[in-house]
């Protein structure tokens, strides 16, 4: 099975600072890979999603942006953070394919803007 | 647009009730998926249904599917203090091309049960 890890665990970050989380994915290769945010006792919010390197699809409009550098890396990034972006993340991985599978989440990162 | 509601919000049950939730989504799906979140961590997938299934069971969890009225249900029976959770349903969008890789999640159910 696939193990996800996502670093920092937490994080509290100043109004206009930068933002990097990372996500890396063990047990499988070629995954398909998501950021999620969800807000204090809200579902969840897909960001974005990756299909391969290099290739990511926005769902929402915002200051955020992610990438995919290597097979089972993906980084959310934020040039100025906003009050807004506060939320806990969430990175998931799926199996390629033509079906939905089933998803294998991260720990997250808990981020507050202050 | 959100896919999947689950209802009701908040549960709150003894230790050895039955526990129902309920997931109402909106457009034809291939699969649906029920997931377990413990409180501030990630997301646990419990059990996935088929479009063409009706129902599926996993140990003490019941899943049922009902497509004409585009609505599941999840019931875990003999509860105990450990399931304590939020459960979210997920859906897909059938035919959705570029985005079939994409599950909608509901706001999920709180479960509480009590020692």
């Known amino acids: 099975s696939q193990t996800i890890h996502q670093w920092p665990a937490t994080l509290v970050q100043p109004v206009g600072s930068p933002l990097s989380l990372e996500c890396t994915v063990e047990?499988?290769?070629?995954?398909?890979l998501y950021w999620y945010r969800q807000a204090a006792g809200r579902g969840l919010q897909l960001l974005f999603y990756s299909v391969g390197i290099g290739q990511i699809s926005s769902e929402v409009p915002q200051n955020l942006s992610a990438s995919r550098p290597q097979d089972r890396q993906f980084i959310l990034s934020s040039k100025k953070l906003l009050l807004s972006d506060s939320g806990f993340y969430l990175c998931?991985?799926?199996?390629?394919?033509?079906?939905?599978?089933?998803?294998?989440f991260g720990p997250g990162t808990r981020l507050t803007v202050t | 647009s959100q896919q999947g509601e689950e209802d009701p919000q908040a549960l709150s049950i003894q230790e050895g009730e039955n526990a129902t939730m309920n997931c109402s989504y909106k457009t034809s799906i291939n699969n649906l998926q029920w997931y377990r979140q413990n409180s501030g961590r990630g997301l646990v997938h419990l059990i996935l249904?088929?479009?063409?299934?009706r129902e599926k069971h996993s140990g003490r969890l019941r899943v049922t599917l009902d497509t004409s009225k585009k609505s599941s249900s999840l019931l875990i029976t003999a509860s105990r203090a450990a399931d304590t959770a939020s459960y979210f349903c997920?859906?897909?969008?059938?035919?959705?091309?570029?985005?079939?890789?994409?599950?909608?999640f509901g706001k999920g159910t709180k479960l509480s049960v009590i020692p």
């Open positions: 249904i088929r479009s063409n299934e």
């Open positions: 047990g499988t290769s070629n995954p398909n």
């Open positions: 998931a991985s799926s199996p390629t394919g033509g079906y939905s599978y089933e998803q294998y």
């Open positions: 997920a859906t897909d969008a059938k035919n959705s091309g570029a985005g079939s890789y994409q599950l909608t």
